[in-house]
């Protein structure tokens, strides 16, 4: 079992960067897919970027060239890098786990979910 932490959110103007981190507790995070998500106010769960165990990275066409997703398995942590951010990457991003294989970019293909942190992106 692994426990979530995210860190990092905040405001933020149109254009600027962020970088949420991802801290999981448990000595085998290694062995753990991550993917990120966010939730914006009244809308799903959009899926926003997946890191494999061996650190093979994915992202939806909507955050291709923005965001980075990166892990560093000493520390156990998954890090996301957003620049050029915009008032639509509002919402709460939450990290997830899960020791499946192949991407996941669906929330029923992670087991563990941190408590999420807001990011706000004003215009």
């Known amino acids: 079992q692994v426990q979530l932490v995210e860190s990092g959110g905040g405001l933020v103007q149109t254009g600027g960067s962020l970088r949420l981190s991802c801290a999981a507790s448990g000595r085998t995070f290694s062995t753990y897919r991550v993917g990120w998500f966010r939730q914006a106010p009244g809308k799903e769960r959009e899926f926003v970027a997946h890191i494999s165990r061996s650190g093979g990275t994915y992202y939806p066409d909507s955050g291709k060239g923005r965001f980075t997703i990166s892990r560093d398995n000493a520390k156990n942590t998954v890090d996301l890098q957003m620049n050029s951010l915009k008032p639509e990457d509002t919402a709460v991003y939450y990290c997830?786990?899960?020791?499946?294989?192949?991407?996941?970019?669906?929330?029923?293909?992670?087991?563990?979910w941190g408590q999420g942190t807001q990011v706000t992106v004003s215009s």
């Open positions: 997830a786990a899960s020791r499946a294989s192949g991407v996941g970019t669906r929330e029923t293909q992670y087991d563990y």
